[in-house]
C-alpha cells in the first residue's frame, strides 16, 4: 500500500494574515491621531463663510464621518491589492476582504466605548457615535461583499461545487450569517432606528456579538489570535463597566404639568451620582436590574443631569414624548442609573473660559442650567448670558420645581424666548420631533415688578425664577441678543455652548464662525 502526503491548503492560504495585522496596526495609528487631533486643533467653528481649510479642520476635530471614514478607509486598502494577480488568485482577494471586516472590529468596538477611557482626557464617547455607525455598516458591507462573492464563485465553479461548499459547516457559518447582517442593515436606516429604536438596538447587539463569534469558527486561517482575543477583551470591559457603574434606585418625585407641558422634572437621591461630577453630565437609566437580560439588551436612555455637584438632589428635565411606548420614568418603580459621562464640553472651556453665553431650546435646558450656575458660582467669569427658548410659558414653570432654583438670580443674565401664546389652544401639542420653534407676533410684556414671569391668563406668576427679559414671539437674534459677548481681545477665552434641536445648533455654530469663538454643542439625539 503506497502513502501520499496531501498538501490541506494551498500556498496562498496564509496570504492574506500579514494585511490582517496591517489592518491592526493602522487602527491603533488612527486612535493616536484621533487623540493628537484635538491636542493640535482649536475647537473653533466653522461656517458657510468659512475658509476650506477652517471647515477641514471642524470635520477632523467634530470627526464628522464624512472626513474621518474615508481617511481610515484609504490607509487600509492601500496595500490590498499586492503581489497576487487578482485573475490568477481572486479568491485570495476575496478572503482578504473577509479578514478586513474582522480586523476593523476592534476600533470599530472601542469606538463604541463607554465612557470611552482610551481617549477620555479628549473626546466624550458621544463624539466617536457617528463615526462608529459609519464603521459598523462598511464592516457589514465587505463583510456581506465577501460573502455573496464567494457564493459566486462556487456557482461559476464546477456543477456540485456550491452545494459542497455550502454544505461545510465553516463556510455554512458564514452564511447563516448573512441573515443577522442583512437586518442590521436595515434596522439601522434612520426611518426604522425611528420606528424602534429597541428593536434597532436589540438587533445590533445580537449582530455584534454573533459577528464576533460566528466568524471566529467560520475562518480559516484562525482569526482567534489575536482579533477574537481582542474583541473579547472589550466586550468584557464594557460589561464590567455596565455591571460596575450602575446603582439601583428609586426616584423621589416626579413634577409634572402634563395639562400644559410634556417638560417634566424627575428627581433622583444624591447618592445616584459620585461626589464629583462634571456639569452637564448625563446619566444613561435603564428600568431593568443588572440581573434582568433585558438590562443587557435593551438600550438604556441617556438623561441629562440638571443640577451641580453641591445640590442635594439629582435633578432631571425631561421632554416626554405622547408616544405610548415611548420610554418614561415613573414614581414608585426601581431604576438602574448607570453614571457618569461626561458632557460634550472640553475641558478647555470649563477651566479657561472667561467670556461664556449659553444658548439652549426646549429640554436642552438640562444642559444649559448646570453650565450657568458652575460659570457663576463655581468658575465665575466675567461675562455670562444664559438664552432659553421654549415653545411656551408653562415651559418656564419647570424651573420652579429644581430643588435650588430659590438661591439663583438671572435678573441680569438670563433671558428666555417664548415662541407661542400660553392662551394658544394648541399649547400643548406633540412639537414635531426637531422641535420647530413656531412663531407668532406677540409683543405683550409680561414680566411683573419682580422680573418674574406672569401669566397672561389670570395674572399670577407662571415662573418664580428672575429673567433679565421675557421676549415673545421672536427667535434669538444672534448679533442684538449677543451684542455684548464677543471681545476681539479674549477670543481664545469665549465659548458659545448650545444645545437643542440641530437648526438651533447649526445657527449657533454660524454665529460662532463669524465671531472665530469657540464653540461646543450637545443634541439630545444618537
Ligand atoms: C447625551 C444625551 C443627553 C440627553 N439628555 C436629555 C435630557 O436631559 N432630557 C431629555 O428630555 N432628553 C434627553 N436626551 C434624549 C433622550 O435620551 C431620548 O429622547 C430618549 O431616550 C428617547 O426615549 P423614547 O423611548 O421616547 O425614544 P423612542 O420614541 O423609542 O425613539 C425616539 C428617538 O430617540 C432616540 N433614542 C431613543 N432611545 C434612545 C437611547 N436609548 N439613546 C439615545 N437615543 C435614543 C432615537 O434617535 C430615536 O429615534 C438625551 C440624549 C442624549 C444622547
Redesign the pocket.
Given at each position: 500500500m503506497s502513502s501520499e502526503l496531501v498538501k490541506r491548503h494551498g500556498h496562498t492560504h496564509y496570504a492574506n494574515i500579514p494585511y490582517g495585522y496591517y489592518v491592526l496596526i493602522v487602527s491603533f495609528f488612527y486612535l493616536v491621531f484621533l487623540g493628537v487631533l484635538r491636542i493640535i486643533l482649536k475647537p473653533r467653528a466653522a461656517g458657510f463663510n468659512s475658509s476650506k481649510r477652517s471647515r477641514l479642520a471642524q470635520k477632523l476635530y467634530l470627526v464628522n464621518p464624512v472626513v474621518h471614514l474615508p481617511i481610515l478607509l484609504v490607509a487600509v486598502l492601500l496595500p490590498f491589492y499586492r503581489h497576487y494577480s487578482i485573475s490568477e488568485h481572486a479568491t485570495v482577494y476575496i478572503k482578504r476582504l473577509g479578514r478586513l471586516s474582522y480586523a476593523l472590529l476592534p476600533l470599530n468596538l472601542l469606538l463604541n466605548l463607554r465612557p470611552n477611557w482610551l481617549l477620555r482626557n479628549n473626546y466624550?464617547y458621544?463624539d466617536l457615535?457617528p463615526l462608529h455607525k459609519w464603521l459598523s455598516r462598511c464592516i457589514i458591507i465587505i463583510a456581506v461583499v465577501h460573502g455573496i462573492l464567494f457564493l459566486i464563485n462556487w456557482a461559476l465553479g464546477e456543477s456540485g461545487t456550491l452545494a459542497k461548499k455550502i454544505a461545510n459547516p465553516y463556510n455554512l457559518a458564514g452564511v447563516l450569517l448573512f441573515a443577522p447582517l442583512i437586518s442590521m442593515i436595515f434596522f439601522s436606516i434612520?426611518p426604522m432606528?425611528?420606528?424602534?429604536?429597541?428593536a434597532?438596538?436589540v438587533i445590533h447587539n445580537l449582530t455584534g456579538i454573533s459577528f464576533i463569534f460566528v466568524v471566529a469558527f467560520h475562518a480559516r486561517p484562525s482569526v482567534t489570535i489575536p482579533y477574537l482575543l481582542i474583541n473579547i477583551a472589550i466586550l468584557l470591559w464594557q460589561g464590567f463597566a455596565k455591571f460596575y457603574y450602575a446603582k439601583r434606585t428609586d426616584i423621589l418625585s416626579k413634577n409634572t404639568d402634563y395639562q400644559n407641558t410634556n417638560?417634566v422634572n424627575v428627581q433622583l437621591p444624591r447618592m445616584a451620582l459620585p461626589d464629583q461630577f462634571e456639569p452637564a453630565c448625563?446619566i444613561?437609566i435603564s428600568p431593568y436590574s443588572r440581573l434582568h437580560p433585558l438590562y443587557w439588551l435593551?438600550?438604556?436612555?441617556?438623561?441629562?443631569?440638571?443640577s451641580l455637584p453641591s445640590d442635594t438632589v439629582v435633578d432631571?428635565?425631561?421632554?416626554?414624548?405622547h408616544?405610548p411606548?415611548?420610554?418614561?420614568l415613573e414614581l414608585g418603580a426601581p431604576y438602574s442609573v448607570i453614571n457618569n459621562?461626561d458632557?460634550?464640553v472640553p475641558r478647555s472651556c470649563l477651566e479657561q473660559a472667561k467670556r461664556v453665553a449659553i444658548v439652549c431650546g426646549?429640554?436642552?435646558?438640562?444642559?444649559g442650567l448646570p453650565l450657568y450656575r458652575y460659570f457663576k458660582e463655581i468658575h465665575p467669569v466675567e461675562y455670562i448670558q444664559f438664552i432659553w427658548l421654549v415653545k411656551d410659558a408653562y415651559q418656564l414653570k419647570i424651573l420652579d420645581k429644581l430643588d435650588t432654583i430659590g438661591l439663583l438670580d438671572g435678573s441680569n443674565d438670563c433671558h428666555a424666548f417664548i415662541t407661542r401664546s400660553v392662551d394658544d389652544p394648541n399649547s400643548n401639542q406633540e412639537t414635531a420631533?426637531d422641535l420647530e420653534f413656531e412663531l407668532e407676533s406677540m409683543t405683550q410684556d409680561v414680566v411683573d415688578e419682580n422680573g418674574a414671569f406672569v401669566s397672561e391668563r389670570d395674572g399670577s406668576p407662571t415662573s418664580k425664577f428672575k429673567f433679565a427679559s421675557i421676549n415673545l414671539g421672536r427667535r434669538i437674534d444672534w448679533a442684538t441678543d449677543l451684542s455684548q459677548f464677543v471681545e476681539p481681545a479674549l477670543v481664545d477665552n469665549t465659548w458659545l455652548l448650545t444645545c437643542g434641536p440641530s437648526d438651533l445648533i447649526e445657527s449657533g455654530r454660524q454665529y460662532a464662525a463669524d465671531n472665530s469663538i469657540n464653540f461646543a454643542s450637545?443634541?439630545?439625539?444618537?
Amino acid at each position: 500500500m503506497s502513502s501520499e502526503l496531501v498538501k490541506r491548503h494551498g500556498h496562498t492560504h496564509y496570504a492574506n494574515i500579514p494585511y490582517g495585522y496591517y489592518v491592526l496596526i493602522v487602527s491603533f495609528f488612527y486612535l493616536v491621531f484621533l487623540g493628537v487631533l484635538r491636542i493640535i486643533l482649536k475647537p473653533r467653528a466653522a461656517g458657510f463663510n468659512s475658509s476650506k481649510r477652517s471647515r477641514l479642520a471642524q470635520k477632523l476635530y467634530l470627526v464628522n464621518p464624512v472626513v474621518h471614514l474615508p481617511i481610515l478607509l484609504v490607509a487600509v486598502l492601500l496595500p490590498f491589492y499586492r503581489h497576487y494577480s487578482i485573475s490568477e488568485h481572486a479568491t485570495v482577494y476575496i478572503k482578504r476582504l473577509g479578514r478586513l471586516s474582522y480586523a476593523l472590529l476592534p476600533l470599530n468596538l472601542l469606538l463604541n466605548l463607554r465612557p470611552n477611557w482610551l481617549l477620555r482626557n479628549n473626546y466624550t464617547y458621544t463624539d466617536l457615535i457617528p463615526l462608529h455607525k459609519w464603521l459598523s455598516r462598511c464592516i457589514i458591507i465587505i463583510a456581506v461583499v465577501h460573502g455573496i462573492l464567494f457564493l459566486i464563485n462556487w456557482a461559476l465553479g464546477e456543477s456540485g461545487t456550491l452545494a459542497k461548499k455550502i454544505a461545510n459547516p465553516y463556510n455554512l457559518a458564514g452564511v447563516l450569517l448573512f441573515a443577522p447582517l442583512i437586518s442590521m442593515i436595515f434596522f439601522s436606516i434612520g426611518p426604522m432606528r425611528r420606528f424602534s429604536y429597541n428593536a434597532f438596538y436589540v438587533i445590533h447587539n445580537l449582530t455584534g456579538i454573533s459577528f464576533i463569534f460566528v466568524v471566529a469558527f467560520h475562518a480559516r486561517p484562525s482569526v482567534t489570535i489575536p482579533y477574537l482575543l481582542i474583541n473579547i477583551a472589550i466586550l468584557l470591559w464594557q460589561g464590567f463597566a455596565k455591571f460596575y457603574y450602575a446603582k439601583r434606585t428609586d426616584i423621589l418625585s416626579k413634577n409634572t404639568d402634563y395639562q400644559n407641558t410634556n417638560l417634566v422634572n424627575v428627581q433622583l437621591p444624591r447618592m445616584a451620582l459620585p461626589d464629583q461630577f462634571e456639569p452637564a453630565c448625563h446619566i444613561r437609566i435603564s428600568p431593568y436590574s443588572r440581573l434582568h437580560p433585558l438590562y443587557w439588551l435593551y438600550p438604556s436612555h441617556p438623561f441629562t443631569v440638571a443640577s451641580l455637584p453641591s445640590d442635594t438632589v439629582v435633578d432631571l428635565i425631561i421632554s416626554e414624548s405622547h408616544h405610548p411606548k415611548s420610554f418614561k420614568l415613573e414614581l414608585g418603580a426601581p431604576y438602574s442609573v448607570i453614571n457618569n459621562f461626561d458632557p460634550a464640553v472640553p475641558r478647555s472651556c470649563l477651566e479657561q473660559a472667561k467670556r461664556v453665553a449659553i444658548v439652549c431650546g426646549g429640554s436642552g435646558i438640562s444642559f444649559g442650567l448646570p453650565l450657568y450656575r458652575y460659570f457663576k458660582e463655581i468658575h465665575p467669569v466675567e461675562y455670562i448670558q444664559f438664552i432659553w427658548l421654549v415653545k411656551d410659558a408653562y415651559q418656564l414653570k419647570i424651573l420652579d420645581k429644581l430643588d435650588t432654583i430659590g438661591l439663583l438670580d438671572g435678573s441680569n443674565d438670563c433671558h428666555a424666548f417664548i415662541t407661542r401664546s400660553v392662551d394658544d389652544p394648541n399649547s400643548n401639542q406633540e412639537t414635531a420631533p426637531d422641535l420647530e420653534f413656531e412663531l407668532e407676533s406677540m409683543t405683550q410684556d409680561v414680566v411683573d415688578e419682580n422680573g418674574a414671569f406672569v401669566s397672561e391668563r389670570d395674572g399670577s406668576p407662571t415662573s418664580k425664577f428672575k429673567f433679565a427679559s421675557i421676549n415673545l414671539g421672536r427667535r434669538i437674534d444672534w448679533a442684538t441678543d449677543l451684542s455684548q459677548f464677543v471681545e476681539p481681545a479674549l477670543v481664545d477665552n469665549t465659548w458659545l455652548l448650545t444645545c437643542g434641536p440641530s437648526d438651533l445648533i447649526e445657527s449657533g455654530r454660524q454665529y460662532a464662525a463669524d465671531n472665530s469663538i469657540n464653540f461646543a454643542s450637545e443634541i439630545y439625539a444618537l
